[in-house]
Nanobody, 117 residues
Framework: QVQLVESGGGLVQAGGSLRLSCAAS????????MGWYRQAPGKEREVVATINWSSGSTYYVDSVKGRFTISSDNAKSTVYLQMNSLKPEDTAVYYCNARLYGSLVYWGQGTQVTVSS
């Protein structure tokens, strides 16, 4: 089992920045991918960015390319999401996600990001 603890959400004005962190504990040796998803009110959860734990390769949804950066500190089993040039449409609950070998998936509790116009 893996436990994910997120931090770093909050309220920011449009154009501002926030940095989210997600610390994993437990069976982290079985993780191969971590990522961030978000869910806005009335909308489905969508992937924001992911990072492969071994290769470091990344994926971003088109709407955040050039503004958000996902990174990891493997020694700390922590993944980060640096969010710059935030827009009101980025407002959502952001969830950390970890995928393990054996098709296991774990989610954090979520952290609220609110961008005011």
């Amino acid at each position: 089992q893996v436990q994910l603890v997120e931090s770093g959400g909050g309220l920011v004005q449009a154009g501002g920045s926030l940095r989210l962190s997600c610390a994993a504990s437990g069976r982290t040796f079985s993780m191969y991918n971590m990522g961030w998803y978000r869910q806005a009110p009335g909308k489905e959860r969508e992937v924001v960015a992911t990072i492969n734990w071994s290769s470091g390769s990344t994926y971003y949804v088109d709407s955040v390319k050039g503004r958000f950066t996902i990174s990891s500190d493997n020694a700390k089993s922590t993944v980060y999401l640096q969010m710059n040039s935030l827009k009101p449409e980025d407002t959502a609950v952001y969830y950390c996600n970890a995928r393990l070998y054996g098709s296991l998936v774990y989610w954090g509790q979520g952290t609220q990001v609110t961008v005011s116009s």
